[in-house]
């Protein structure tokens, strides 16, 4: 489940970490991108094919007007905010800020996923379940035959790799506070693999009464959660989590030299004029 659902339902929050042309191209290409990816879980007929394109391309103009607007202010307004050196409140308000905007898209890009599950025979809803466990039981594997030392590198050099992309070269300091929150990331692994497995379970339940007509707005609910990793059962470690991501991210905007600044600048500036060209296509 968390090997598509999140990805499809943060879709948008894509356009945000991406920018040039590359944003506009895979924004316009949604749905076949949705589709590449849906063929890979299950084999749709062509009824339902149609149908979920047809969905797909109205949730994407409902999003073109309706969300992608809030996303180009929140772009405008984090660029006048970095200004000056962010404080912890400001970290954790742009975190709820476009955590909520990625749970409005999930909302919107719900409805004809919701629609594609509740045609599903149970054949294909087997089918369905199958390549969900397949790809997990890989993604463990793969993950599990890699010591902690390996796991912390890798995941450093993805941190890192990132952060160049939006502020240009790192100093070693800068270097360490990114592997310092790859060790935040490890050391949570075992909550985000027990938030995976209970949403695939959820999942698994609402499949069970997807001919229901409640079946939609719990849908919803779940790929609401999902992007906002929202669990009764670990809020406080995500909590706890999140407070020492926010603290570590201050700390390495302090750190940013006028020249890094100046890069994530002219990246953001980029960024909101390829989304204000999406918004009057």
Request: aromatic residues 10%; hydrophobic residues 35%.
């Amino acid at each position: 489940m968390s090997k598509l659902l999140p990805k499809w339902a943060g879709v948008t929050l894509a356009v945000v970490l991406v920018g040039g042309c590359t944003t506009r191209l895979a924004y316009n290409n949604l749905d076949v991108w949705l589709n590449y990816r849906l063929s890979s879980y299950v084999s749709l007929n062509s009824s339902q094919e149609s149908s979920f394109d047809q969905g797909v391309d109205r949730a994407h103009s409902l999003h073109r007007r309706q969300e992608l607007p809030k996303i180009h202010r929140a772009i405008d307004r984090l660029q006048g905010d970095l200004l000056d050196p962010m404080t912890f409140g400001q970290m954790q308000e742009y975190y709820n800020v476009f955590t909520r905007l990625g749970q409005d898209s999930a909302a919107i890009l719900a409805d004809p996923m919701a629609d594609m599950f509740a045609s599903l025979n149970d054949s294909q809803v087997v089918q369905f379940e199958g390549s969900l466990r397949q790809r997990f039981a890989d993604f463990d594997r793969e993950r599990d035959k890699l010591s902690k030392p390996q796991q912390l590198a890798k995941r450093s050099e993805r941190l890192q790799d990132f952060t160049r992309d939006w502020v240009g070269s790192l100093t070693s300091r800068q270097e360490e506070m990114l592997t310092e929150l790859a060790g935040y990331q490890l050391e949570m692994s075992p909550i985000f693999r027990s938030l995976r497995n209970g949403y695939f379970e959820r999942w698994q339940q609402l499949m069970k009464s997807r001919k229901q007509p409640a079946f939609k707005g719990q849908f919803t609910q779940l790929m609401r959660d999902m992007v906002a990793l929202n669990s009764p059962q670990y809020q406080s470690e995500i909590r706890f989590y999140l407070n020492r991501r926010f603290e570590l991210m201050r700390r390495l905007n302090h750190s940013m030299s006028p020249q890094q600044k100046a890069y994530l600048n002219r990246k953001l500036v980029n960024l909101r004029k390829d989304v204000a060209l999406l918004i009057n296509q």
